[in-house]
């Protein structure tokens, strides 16, 4: 019998019609294109309909514009991870159930290690702390780019990470009261005190009260001082000194717990020193304990969100002034471009330069 007049029927789909529709999958890829566009990274030019060379076509626009900031980089190697993906949206439950999100990771897979010692020695003999204030710039301005393991470090990171916060291994087993057979076992898997002092000279260990010279000192250097070394050195000193200050990224990954261990350098005063060693154990005692990270810094944000990202890229623009400023005075004191390495001119390296990798 025929429905009557006015009451709703179910709708019949004809046989090329789905019952069920399905997210488009290119919604993401071509949503993030049009971010790029926006933010003129990505050319008119370089779209493409097809989604697998449209993806290529972001990828490389956007290292494409990484590298430009980076490819001047001798010692550090930064990696830049993308993902795009869905995720739930709490605040739009009802109207909006989903959203777009993208996610920008930066960090180092691979850390060189760089010899300082014979450079800051010389620095030393030019002017006392200049030596000390370049290796204080590199440990205090790359901990919020691309951290580095220092060689001052030593000492300071052996007594939390093997000794309990204790001054040195043998007052750990006296606090620990162990008996022979179990604190020659400790001494078997730790470091002792005078290993890494016997390496590296105490005052530079213990240098955390030193002074270093003030910045009327630093420009004197760099205006007066007969070694190019320590005149290049005042300059990028200064230039630091007048450089932004960054934000700290790691209060993001603190409340997860754990230490920092993906250095972008092990900054080492000789081939016998402990810098990469305790760097080692520290890092496999992270991983052991479930904690710890390796990330440099994360963006996240909405994908369709223009002005989030513009600030991401006023972000990496401070970051790699920085940066650029920081590998240049590891290039220095690693004895690149000095008496130490005199087929080494300036603006050549040995390393060449460090692509950025997605």
């Not at 972001?58 to 900031?69: P, Q, T």
């Not at 200049?130 to 780019?145: E, H, K, V, Y």
Request: proline share 6%.
């Amino acid at each position: 019998m025929a429905s009557a007049p006015g009451l709703l029927t179910r709708p019949a789909f004809g046989p090329d019609i789905p019952a069920i529709l399905q997210r488009n999958p290119l919604r993401n890829t071509a949503t993030l294109a049009m971010l790029l566009l926006d933010a003129e990274i990505l050319t008119e030019s370089e779209w493409r309909r097809s989604r697998k060379h449209l993806t290529s076509q972001c990828e490389r626009a956007l290292m494409r514009w990484i590298n430009e900031r980076a490819d001047a980089l001798r010692c550090i190697r930064p990696h830049f991870q993308l993902a795009c993906g869905i995720q739930p949206d709490p605040f739009h439950a009802g109207n909006r159930p989903e959203q777009g999100w993208l996610e920008i990771a930066w960090f180092v897979e691979y850390g060189d290690a760089f010899i300082v010692g014979p450079q800051v020695e010389r620095l030393e003999r030019e002017k006392k702390g200049l030596g000390l204030a370049a290796l204080r710039a590199l440990s205090q301005r790359s901990w919020r780019s691309f951290p580095m393991m220092m060689c001052q470090d030593q000492l300071s990171m052996a007594e939390w990470c093997f000794w309990g916060g204790e001054s040195s291994i043998d007052d750990y087993i006296d606090m620990m009261e162990l008996d022979p057979e179990d604190a020659e076992q400790v001494r078997a898997e730790s470091i002792a005190e005078a290993d890494i002092v016997a390496e590296t000279p105490k005052w530079l260990l213990k240098s955390y009260r030193r002074k270093t010279p003030a910045p009327r000192t630093l420009k004197q250097i760099e205006r007066r001082s007969s070694d190019p070394l320590a005149r290049q050195v005042a300059e990028v000193l200064r230039m630091l000194a007048a450089a932004p200050e960054l934000e700290d990224p790691h209060e993001q990954f603190r409340d997860d717990g754990g230490e920092f261990y993906g250095f972008s350098a092990y900054v080492r005063w000789s081939e016998r020193d402990y810098t990469v060693e305790v760097a080692e154990r520290m890092a496999n005692n992270e991983l052991n304990s479930g904690v710890g990270y390796e990330i440099c810094g994360l963006h996240q944000q909405p994908i369709d969100d223009v002005d989030s990202f513009v600030q991401w890229m006023q972000h990496m623009d401070g970051l790699f002034s920085v940066t650029r400023l920081i590998d240049r005075l590891l290039w220095l004191l690693s004895g690149a471009s000095s008496d130490h390495a005199p087929n080494t001119p300036e603006g050549d390296s040995t390393h060449g330069s460090n692509p950025v990798h997605g």
